[in-house]
């Protein structure tokens, strides 16, 4: 009654306004009820697309299930057995490989430390070659000449880590002596010392190559 009592009093524009209005509200709240069913639509279906992707995994998980409790226990030993066989023969060739790559690199270590050794020699050897085709007759200028080759010799095999076991006035040591002699009446002062030297002995670094051979006092 209100209402038809407003409408009697208002304006016909007043009228027409209000009445496009209403219909200008009606027409938002048809679509936010439209958003709101499609809204709910969509989470509906998501929902329902999950269900189903749940249903199709344990379907599959139930499947292989089955699957495994259908085969022999025999067969899946054999399968095991089968893998097992083929992860042996490739850890074999990989292991044979190695094999066969460190004893090629050892070789070659080996070869090249002959290389060096030879390169390091040679110059000595060319001494050598230069003192046989001096004819002098002078004996002390031809010991003079071999006691330079010797020293260079020397310094050179220094150089390769090669050294010789002092024994002068030196104390037995079973490490690096050999005795081959013993010479007895020397005093309590030469007793268990080294008296001479009869073979010279060397080391490779520091490890033993040749002991040297020695008389001993007792």
Do not use: W
């Not at 999950?50 to 409790?69: C, F, Q």
């Not at 010799?153 to 005795?179: R, S």
Request: glycine share 6%; with cysteine; charged share 35%.
């Amino acid at each position: 009654m209100d209402k038809i009592r407003k409408l009697k009093d208002m304006k016909p524009e007043d009228i027409k306004d209000t009445e496009n209005n209403e219909q200008t509200n009606a027409a938002q709240e048809d679509n936010t009820d439209n958003e709101s069913q499609e809204t709910t639509g969509d989470t509906t279906q998501a929902a329902s697309e999950e269900a189903s992707t749940d249903e199709n995994k344990a379907s599959e998980s139930t499947e292989t299930s089955d699957e495994n409790n259908d085969k022999d226990p025999l067969d899946i030993a054999l399968t095991e057995i089968s893998e097992l066989k083929t992860k042996m023969l490739y850890m074999q060739a990989e292991f044979d490989n190695y094999r066969k790559r460190a004893m090629k690199e050892k070789a070659d270590l080996i070869l090249s430390g002959g290389e060096k050794t030879i390169t390091a020699v040679l110059p000595v050897i060319d001494d050598f070659e230069r003192a046989l085709a001096d004819k002098s007759d002078n004996p002390e200028a031809i010991r003079e000449g071999m006691q330079l080759i010797y020293q260079k010799f020397i310094k050179t095999l220094e150089g390769l880590g090669v050294k010789k076991i002092e024994t002068e006035g030196a104390d037995f040591n079973v490490d690096y002596h050999e005795a081959v002699a013993q010479v007895p009446g020397m005093g309590e002062d030469k007793s268990g010392k080294v008296i001479d030297c009869i073979q010279t002995g060397y080391t490779l670094n520091d490890k033993v190559i040749r002991f040297a051979k020695v008389a001993v006092g007792v």
